[in-house]
Structure formats: C-alpha cells, structure tokens
C-alpha cells in the first residue's frame, strides 16, 4: 500500500467532514517560482482542482466549495481577469465528460451575470447537464464575496417585508441563511487555505462561524492528495464543542 492509500485507510469513516470549502491561493506565487508568468499558476490550478474534486468524490464528501473567483479579483490586471475567465470557461467544458462519469453536479455561487458570456454558457451548460447527478456537489464561486451575498441577502428580504410578504419579526437566522446562496446546504465542516496566509478574505463569512480552518504554507498547484489527506486527518482530531464545554460534548448532551 502506498502512502496515500494509508492515510486514506487511517481515517475515521464516521467523522468525515460532509462540506469542505478551499481558498486555492498561491496560483501566482508558484508561477513566480517556476520563472513563469502568473497565469501558468492558475492552468497549473486547474490540475489541482481536477484532483481534489476527485479524492472529494472518492472519499464520499458531498459539498467541494472552492473560491475560484472573488469580487475582489476583477481588480487584478485585466490580462490575468481574461485569462482566469478564459480557463474557467475551458476547464469547465474539459471536465464535463468526467463529472459526469463521477455523479458530480456542478452549483454556481457568485453574481455570475458579471462572468462574460462565453465562459458564462460554458458555465450555464455544465451546471444544467450535472443537475441530476447526485455525488459529491462543487460549488465554484465566481464573481462571489461574501459580504455581496450578505448584503444582496438583506436587500431581498427588505424588499419582502416592504412587500408585505413577511413580517420583520419573521426574519431569524434560518430564513437569512435561506436567502444566501448556499441555501439548503449545510454549512462548511472545513476551510481550507493553501498558500501560507492566514486570513478569511471576504469568503463564506456567515457559513464558516464554526468551521475548523486549516491553513498551510504549501501553494495551490503543490497541493497534494496526501495534504488534503492531512487536512481531513487533522480535522478529525480536533473536537467541535460548538460553544459547549467539553465535557458536554464527552457527554454527548
Ligand atoms: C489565487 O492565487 C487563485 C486565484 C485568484 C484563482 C484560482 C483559480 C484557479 C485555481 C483556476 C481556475 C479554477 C477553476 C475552478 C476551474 P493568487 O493568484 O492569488 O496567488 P498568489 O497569492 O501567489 O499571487
């Protein structure tokens, strides 16, 4: 057996997390390395996305959510924002055969109107032939932060309320959560950030309040299976106490 194939074996079945989320970070930084310019990081993140939704699959995890684009990076050169669209666009129409091999159903998360249209279709296109499948659930978000969904969030249910369609006092955590775009499924177990920082930027905020993080050094492109193995390795030691103490979740009260 190899190394992978121990660690795979070594983890608890009954504690695997059901939502990992990933900020794939470091894209730009491996190319600088390699003497590349920064956009043969992301072609070279594509290979690492094309794995981790795989070992996801295999390992029956049922929701991948990967920040693939942010508000924020439409501020980035407009060479690399054409690039980043340009690979999106074709990495989605190469990996649709396999996504649907593997039962992977594709969910877009983002203000996916501002992607252009050529990559938007592609996206469109996916996300409809995978609509069935019922496997693992990638979520890419695009164009996504998570302030913009918070805000675009409250102005729907302003809007309800102004409506008449609901009271204020009907506004709680539940239907707030029902108005984001991960509506209907369950908040991340996991985050994890590859690339050495060790921030949040703008991603998830409402989702992750009590995720466990995870943050490496080792950049997007280098991220192995056996790391993400690790990940999910250390995850399953720590204990989720949820605000109780720990002897309550001992307990199991
Ligand atoms: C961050 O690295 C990465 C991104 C902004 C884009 C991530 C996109 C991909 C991996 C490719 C396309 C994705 C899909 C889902 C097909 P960075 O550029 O900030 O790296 P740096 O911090 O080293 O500069």
């Not at 983002?110 to 992607?115: L, P, Y």
């Amino acid at each position: 057996m190899d190394q992978l194939q121990e660690k795979i074996s070594s983890l608890d079945k009954s504690r695997m997390p059901v939502h990992v989320a990933m900020i794939m970070d470091g894209n730009g930084r491996w190319a600088k390395k390699q003497g590349f310019v920064r956009s043969e990081g992301h072609a070279e993140g594509v290979s690492t996305v094309h794995r981790v939704t795989k070992l996801s699959s295999d390992l029956g995890i049922k929701y991948l959510t990967l920040y693939a684009f942010s508000t924020e990076n439409w501020n980035r050169p407009s060479e690399e924002v054409a690039t980043l669209m340009y690979l999106i666009g074709w990495a989605i129409e190469r990996e649709l055969p396999e996504l649907l091999r593997n039962n992977v159903r594709i969910h877009l998360l983002g203000d996916i109107e501002r992607i252009p249209e050529e990559p938007r279709k592609k996206l469109f296109f996916a996300r409809d032939a995978t609509a069935h499948c019922t496997g693992l659930q990638l979520n890419m978000c695009l164009s996504y932060s998570s302030r913009w969904e918070i805000t675009y969030a409250a102005r729907k249910l302003a809007k309800m309320v102004v409506n008449g369609e609901i009271s204020v006092d009907a506004i709680d955590e539940k239907m707030f959560a029902d108005n984001l775009t991960t509506a209907g499924m369950p908040d991340p177990d996991l985050l994890i950030r590859t690339g050495g920082e060790e921030r949040i930027s703008n991603y998830l905020l409402w989702q992750i309040a009590y995720s466990e993080l995870y943050f490496t050094p080792v950049l997007w492109p280098d991220f192995s299976d056996e790391e993400y193995v690790d990940a999910i390795i250390d995850f399953q030691n720590r204990e989720r106490r949820y605000g109780k103490t720990s002897e309550q979740v001992q307990n199991n009260e």
